[in-house]
């Protein structure tokens, strides 16, 4: 069975390109999320192997999402990649304390992000 | 009304006094009046009655010599018929009784013995000797010593003694008249010339052989019965006579003769007694006629009086007596006797005048008594009074009193004079102490003056009285000012009287002034005046005390101080003010460091602290020099303090800290810059660097959001360029040509965040190259219109417009920029089917510029936000952005653009109902 993925992320094209990326790459299941409500719905109503975050979203940003989803049951043994455009040192420090599975930052080759994501898949499985 | 008192002892005493004189005086000499009057008739009584009892005895004795020779010669012891004895006898009997004027002898034959006084001791006889003679009648004088008789009559005359006269003999009526006989007679006994009426009586003589022998008669003149009623007379001017009832005069007492003597020619005329007779109302006595005549009354005659009457009489102005009396006996005389009142009165009167003089006296001296009890009882109460007087007008010694004889007057004076005493003494003790005031007031070295209540000058102290050379002078409130020459200060304005203090201080006000100058002529001197009130207990102002001081010096002080003063500072200032200079200098260098400056020594004290409240300070910002710096500060910047200055001093090179403060929950940033100035001391500098750490965190943030920015759409770039060039989607067309069109529009997205960024900082930077122009603002709106034509299309929106025709000044790109930009948000924002707005029009606010508005019917705008918008990268809902394509810069580029051209621009909005931007430019001046 193939890897289902889900992309959180308010902007529509880099949803497209990461999700045709890891559709062609890696063959997986992919949906898309506009907001980290609609994504945290998403994310109770199905099964998901990996979720890519968004860490900069309007209305609930990635930290925010990261934390529902560890609090609900369902959710929070999926592995969670962060995307980020914010490459401060701060920012970083921010995130990365928060125990995701990874962190990707934007602008990122196609390749590495498939690289990435099938390693943490793998380390799922 | 008041009465003095010694009036009222007096007047009383004096009215009552002669009042009672008076009644009495006039009671007593009405009851005098009378009894004079009953004792005026009594005594006039009396005297009529002592005149007839005389006049009765004188006649009396007429008829008793009658009687005697009768009865001698009826004895026998006088011859009838012996003319020589009888003439001898008759001398004696004239002699014996001076009463009788004569006697007179007639016998039987007709010899005729008549002998009669003459004077004193001579008599006068008439004989007729029927004898020897021949029968004539001769008439003798014959001496006192009966010698020698003088013939007076050498030729005698005939004469019958038996008819005499011949119309009515006397002869023949004795005879018949055994009882005797009275019978007036004439009697030429003087001589035929000096014819005269006796009153004789006759009687009848028998012889002795009891026939008739003859008549003898003794005879008295009217005019010696005068001289007897003469006699009679009391006093000097009272009268007596006799009158017949018919009123026939008898005999009179005044010199008057009772009868006509005048001789007649014929011998029967001239004897003739009634002829001769003379009526009382011919009397020569005024006196006699005017009784006579009161006594008649009206009544005919005498005979039907009233008798006795006793009447007053008054003649030629004086009062008489009257009595008239009858006589007794044959004779129905009546005696009237006239006595004026004088002469009874003369006594009574004296006793009158006396009684009045001595009742006068006693009136005068009981009034003198009056008078003098009067004043015995007034003096001592006037002196008492005028003592009083004396000493309520104030005088200081009080003259004496009198002492009385009044017990209750003396107790009083002397109550009084100790009174008086106390009362001297009290007074004296309050000259004392009022004089000790005055010296006191004197004393004071400040010219005072105390006013009464009108404004009055009641004491002017000497100083005062210096001051005042004019002296005081009378003057009201009103005319205080003008009188005493009071002027403002420096002006030539009379001091209002409502500001002057002695009137302000009779209100009640304490006043102090010294803007008041008083003119004495020759200078003006400035015054200083204090006013006080001084209140009576009721609270009512009695006085005002003034004091006023020559100011002169102190103004001239004050003038020499100001001038001295001004140069001084004039010098001062000059001195100081490259030192001022220095200083502002300094001043404004370190005012305008906004830092806190700090001297510090190396004890960490601080010496001198600038701009304190520059940064937060932790420790006493009351006390700051009670500490050191490093216990202001946290440990562990404290610790990097010290160690700084101990660098700085060490080295001499300037130190710097940048750290974190916690300040009252808040994080502030600051910058401490230790610079060495001496071997112990450094002067610090501490900045806050909040500001700069903000700006720098808006740059990173700013730097962050664009990197992200421009991050996302290279992400779909990349990714989509990437996937293409692996060459993986040439099964897949679609997906090919999509990941090209990702990539071209996200590289249209980031030149226009390229362009939006750089118009932005050009903006910031205010080197926008605008170019303005006049343009019409009509052709900038069309052209913004039409630029967003096509996309208002598509979204489903309608647009209408409204412009007008006016010339601006702008940079017509950036305006039409601005406008697209709105209508685009406003396409962007509403939903299908809706209206867009767009107006535009001039309005004054206050000067005319040109206004655009967009409206939209989008969701509207919250109202906090609506200023918020006009920022960077701020948008209501980030989420909008990103779905319509923007970084959320746009409105502040038209901010930016708008007020680069002196314009505004602002949102209106009602959520749920739409918005409206406005932007206004100004006009193209004309």
Same mark, same amino acid.
């Given at each position: 069975?193939?890897?289902?993925?889900? %992309?959180?992320?308010?902007?529509? +094209?880099? $949803?497209? /390109?990461?999700?045709?990326?890891?559709?062609?790459?890696?063959?997986?299941?992919?949906?898309?999320?506009?907001?980290?409500?609609?994504?945290?719905?998403?994310?109770?109503?199905?099964?998901?192997?990996?979720?890519?975050?968004? %860490?900069?979203?309007?209305?609930? +940003?990635? $930290?925010? /999402?990261?934390?529902h989803l560890q609090a609900h049951q369902g959710t929070q043994s999926i592995p969670v990649i962060l995307l980020t455009a914010k490459v401060r040192a701060t920012d970083r420090d921010r995130v990365s304390t928060l125990g995701v599975a990874g962190l990707i930052a934007k602008p990122f080759d196609p390749i590495t992000l498939w690289q990435k994501v099938a390693q943490i898949l793998d380390w799922a499985t | 009304m008041k009465f003095s008192l010694r009036n009222l002892l007096i007047v009383p005493f004096l009215l009552q006094i002669i009042g009672i004189t008076g009644v009495v005086a006039y009671l007593s000499y009405r009851s005098g009046q009378r009894a004079v009057q009953d004792i005026a008739s009594q005594l006039m009584t009396e005297s009529s009655q002592r005149t007839r009892k005389s006049l009765d005895a004188y006649l009396q004795v007429t008829e008793f010599v009658t009687q005697t020779n009768r009865a001698l010669l009826q004895s026998g012891r006088l011859d009838g018929t012996d003319l020589g004895s009888l003439q001898g006898h008759f001398m004696q009997q004239l002699e014996l009784f001076p009463e009788l004027s004569g006697l007179v002898i007639a016998n039987e034959a007709g010899a005729f013995l008549n002998v009669t006084r003459q004077n004193e001791r001579s008599f006068a006889v008439r004989r007729r000797n029927i004898d020897n003679a021949d029968g004539r009648l001769y008439r003798w004088w014959v001496g006192a010593n009966s010698l020698q008789p003088t013939l007076l009559d050498p030729v005698g005359y005939a004469y019958d003694p038996h008819r005499d006269p011949p119309q009515a003999p006397w002869y023949r009526a004795a005879e018949t008249a055994p009882e005797g006989l009275w019978r007036l007679v004439v009697t030429l006994e003087r001589g035929r010339n000096q014819p005269q009426l006796v009153m004789v009586r006759f009687e009848p003589f028998m012889t002795p052989e009891d026939e008739l022998g003859g008549v003898v008669s003794t005879g008295i003149l009217l005019t010696e019965l005068g001289k007897f009623l003469q006699a009679l007379v009391p006093g000097q001017y009272g009268q007596i006579f006799l009158i017949e009832p018919n009123g026939d005069l008898v005999a009179t007492s005044t010199e008057e003769v009772p009868f006509e003597v005048s001789a007649a020619v014929s011998h029967a005329q001239n004897v003739a007694v009634q002829s001769r007779r003379l009526g009382v109302a011919e009397s020569t006595s005024?006196?006699?006629?005017?009784?006579?005549?009161?006594?008649?009354?009206?009544?005919?005659?005498?005979?039907?009086?009233?008798?006795?009457?006793?009447?007053?009489?008054?003649?030629?102005g004086q009062r008489y007596f009257v009595q008239a009396t009858p006589l007794t006996g044959e004779l129905n005389w009546l005696l009237v006797t006239i006595i004026p009142t004088s002469e009874f009165m003369e006594d009574i009167y004296a006793n009158v005048s006396r009684t009045a003089l001595l009742c006068l006296l006693a009136l005068m001296g009981s009034i003198g008594l009056g008078l003098w009890t009067a004043r015995a009882i007034t003096q001592p109460i006037?002196?008492?009074?005028?003592?009083?007087?004396?000493?309520?007008?104030?005088?200081?010694?009080?003259?004496?009193?009198?002492?009385?004889?009044?017990?209750?007057?003396?107790?009083?004076?002397?109550?009084?004079?100790?009174?008086?005493?106390?009362?001297?003494?009290?007074?004296?003790?309050?000259?004392?102490?009022?004089?000790?005031?005055?010296?006191?007031?004197?004393?004071?070295?400040?010219?005072?003056?105390?006013?009464?209540?009108?404004?009055?000058?009641?004491?002017?102290?000497?100083?005062?009285?210096?001051?005042?050379?004019?002296?005081?002078?009378?003057?009201?409130?009103?005319?205080?000012?003008?009188?005493?020459?009071?002027?403002?200060?420096?002006s030539d304005q009379l001091y209002p009287t409502d500001e002057l203090p002695v009137v302000r201080g009779l209100r009640g006000e304490t006043v102090d002034i010294d803007d008041i100058e008083i003119d004495l002529g020759d200078r003006r001197i400035p015054l200083a005046v204090s006013t006080i009130p001084v209140y009576n207990s009721q609270g009512q102002v009695l006085y005002s005390i003034n004091t006023f001081q020559d100011i002169t010096e102190r103004r001239q002080t004050e003038r020499l101080r100001a001038n001295y003063q001004q140069e001084l500072e004039h010098q001062v200032a000059q001195q100081t003010a490259s030192l001022a200079a220095n200083e502002a200098t300094q001043q404004a260098l370190i005012n305008a460091i906004p830092d806190l400056l700090m001297r510090l020594g190396k004890d960490g004290l601080p010496r001198e602290i600038y701009n304190l409240e520059a940064i937060h300070w932790i420790g006493d910002r009351a006390h700051p020099f009670n500490a050191t710096m490093y216990d202001n500060l946290p440990d562990a910047i404290a610790e990097e303090r010290r160690r700084c200055v101990e660098q700085a001093l060490a080295t001499g090179t300037i130190q710097q800290q940048e750290y974190e403060l916690v300040y009252e929950g808040q994080t502030f940033y600051e910058e401490a810059r230790i610079i060495p100035v001496t071997q112990d001391e450094v002067l610090v500098v501490v900045r806050d660097i909040s500001d700069r750490y903000q700006v720098d965190r808006i740059k990173d943030e700013f730097i962050s959001i664009v990197s992200h920015e421009l991050r996302t759409p290279l992400t779909s770039i990349r990714g989509g360029l990437g996937l293409l060039a692996l060459g993986v989607l040439q099964d897949r067309p679609q997906k090919a040509q999509q990941m090209l069109h990702i990539a071209l529009d996200n590289t249209e997205r980031m030149i226009r965040l390229v362009n939006d960024i750089l118009d932005l900082e050009r903006l910031a930077s205010s080197q926008a190259d605008l170019r303005v122009e006049p343009c019409q603002a009509a052709d900038l709106i069309a052209q913004a219109v039409s630029g967003v034509e096509?996309?208002?299309?598509?979204?489903?929106?309608?647009?209408?417009?409204?412009?007008?025709?006016?010339?601006?000044?702008?940079?017509?790109?950036?305006?039409?920029?601005?406008?697209?930009?709105?209508?685009?948000?406003?396409?962007?924002?509403?939903?299908?089917?809706?209206?867009?707005?767009?107006?535009?029009?001039?309005?004054?606010?206050?000067?005319?510029?040109?206004?655009?508005?967009?409206?939209?019917?989008?969701?509207?705008?919250?109202?906090?936000?609506?200023?918020?918008?006009?920022?960077?990268?701020?948008?209501?809902?980030?989420?909008?952005?990103?779905?319509?394509?923007?970084?959320?810069?746009?409105?502040?580029?038209?901010?930016?653009?708008?007020?680069?051209?002196?314009?505004?621009?602002?949102?209106?909005?009602?959520?749920?109902?739409?918005?409206?931007?406005?932007?206004?430019?100004?006009?193209?001046?004309?």
């Open positions: 069975m193939s890897k289902r993925i889900l %992309v959180i992320d308010d902007e529509q +094209d880099i $949803r497209d /390109v990461v999700c045709l990326c890891l559709e062609e790459f890696g063959g997986w299941h992919t949906d898309g999320a506009e907001s980290g409500c609609e994504g945290l719905q998403k994310a109770a109503a199905e099964p998901w192997d990996c979720i890519l975050l968004d %860490v900069s979203m309007p209305d609930m +940003d990635g $930290r925010a /999402v990261y934390e | 005024g006196l006699t006629r005017a009784t006579a005549q009161m006594l008649l009354d009206g009544h005919s005659d005498f005979s039907h009086l009233q008798v006795p009457i006793f009447l007053e009489l008054r003649f030629e006037l002196s008492l009074q005028q003592a009083t007087q004396a000493f309520t007008d104030g005088m200081a010694v009080v003259p004496p009193t009198q002492p009385s004889y009044l017990r209750e007057v003396e107790t009083l004076r002397q109550g009084f004079n100790h009174m008086v005493g106390q009362l001297v003494a009290s007074f004296q003790r309050l000259k004392d102490r009022e004089s000790t005031l005055v010296t006191l007031l004197n004393g004071v070295p400040v010219p005072l003056s105390v006013h009464d209540q009108t404004g009055q000058i009641l004491f002017l102290n000497t100083k005062g009285q210096e001051l005042l050379v004019n002296g005081i002078a009378v003057a009201d409130a009103e005319q205080l000012a003008a009188t005493y020459r009071l002027y403002r200060a420096g096509a996309i208002a299309q598509t979204a489903g929106v309608s647009l209408q417009v409204a412009p007008v025709t006016a010339m601006v000044v702008a940079d017509p790109d950036a305006i039409v920029q601005t406008l697209t930009n709105l209508l685009g948000n406003a396409i962007k924002f509403s939903d299908p089917g809706s209206h867009i707005w767009l107006t535009a029009g001039i309005v004054e606010v206050p000067t005319a510029v040109l206004r655009i508005a967009v409206k939209d019917q989008g969701r509207g705008i919250p109202a906090d936000r609506l200023e918020l918008i006009f920022e960077r990268f701020h948008q209501v809902d980030v989420s909008d952005s990103r779905q319509k394509g923007g970084a959320g810069l746009g409105l502040a580029i038209c901010k930016g653009i708008v007020e680069q051209h002196g314009g505004e621009i602002w949102a209106e909005s009602q959520l749920g109902v739409g918005s409206t931007f406005y932007v206004t430019l100004p006009l193209k001046p004309t």
